[in-house]
């Protein structure tokens, strides 16, 4: 009853903040509703709409946690000093380092990471130099997303897929990121250079211990305790930031103050959130509509095709706009429902990918609108563009690896 209750309670929360929320949430808000409602009223029952709002409440917690860290991160000494030797870097070195700073401070900061590598554009650079590190920048941050525990896609994915351990996705994820990587730099880094490479990541020296010590402490915890990859993170960042107020104190006003400001401003995040986990529960546990949808996966679907639709299915509606946390939820909580037969690490990291290659080119997504604030440039050309080819490509090359790993382990 009390789960009920609080789930009810968020979707008033969440209701009450809609006037306030950007154009795109409302519009996919509204949809999500008729979609529950049709629902509903033909294969679904309240009860599964209940249970969706249930899966919803943890990331109450989990949204103000992750703000915190951000905001004690970009107070870190370490931080900063990693932000100015990025800024010294010369020529296209700037840009391989952008894209590899990106990815490095996105793992915990996610789209904070903008600000401090728009920095290292000099204020008089020119409208293409603007969008091209711009691009750089969604390339690397985007990517974060298949190996840190830090972002919501990483914590939904954990929500349905619960027998995937941290210490298994995690590493997994840190090549699948080597791997993007690799393919931007042989897109765009030209002419290559190994020694760009390098000064680029000389220049992440600093941060790189704190941002190890972070991340495998949520990954013990997550291993040793019963505690889920959300509960870890809820759990052990408040501890690791007391003790970074602990050593500077004068911090703990300012991180608050801000932390309590972004906190007014989450309504949409919270809001793509409750309606993707509502259409998601009430779809994947309607015994009408999965009746319909099982003889597919009976008859024997290949798992390359479940791993490429889990990636392709948020991103193709992203391109017109709508977010990959509506329709990579929904596909992963209809397909999870059912005996898909696909290794359950293979589908975590699919459903990533989806998320953070989907989240670059939507123009509904935070990442792009922060992006082309952060460096002065149009959303929609940070979105379309060199970036709509790099995601096609990692598209393609990302399914045979996780179907080799899938057949490899299952």
Known sequence: MLDHLTGIGLLVFVLLTLPRARRETKFLMFGGGLITLALL????????????????????????????????????????VSQERLASLPGRAADVGIAIGTTVFGSVLNTGAFALVSAVIKQD?????????????????NISVLWSPFFVGFAVAGTYLPEVELWQVVPFGFLCVCLSIAIALAMFARPFSLGAVGDALACLGPIAPRLGFAAGTVILVGALTPLSTLGSIIVVMPVLCAIQFQ????????????????????????????????????AGEADALIIHVAPLLEGGLPAPVLLAAMIGIQLLPAIVGIHPIITGTIFLAALTSLPHGVLPLALYEAMLAGWGLGSMISIASLSVVTAGSMFGVRPLNVAFGPNLLYVLVVWAVLVPVLSAVHYALV
């Open 41 to 80: 009223f033909t294969v679904a029952g309240p009860a599964d709409a209940l249970r969706g709002l249930e899966r919803s409440l943890i990331f109450a917690g989990l949204l103000p946690t992750l703000q915190m860290t951000k905001a004690v991160a970009l107070r870190m000494p370490s931080v900063r």
């Open 247 to 282: 050593r500077h104190p004068e911090q703990l006003r300012p991180v608050f103050e801000e932390t309590a400001a972004a906190m007014s401003r989450m309504g949409d995040d919270l809001a793509l959130i409750v309606v993707a986990m509502v259409v998601g529960t009430v």
């Open 125 to 141: 650079a020119t409208e293409e130099r603007r969008l091209t590190a711009a691009r750089a920048a969604m390339r690397g941050m």
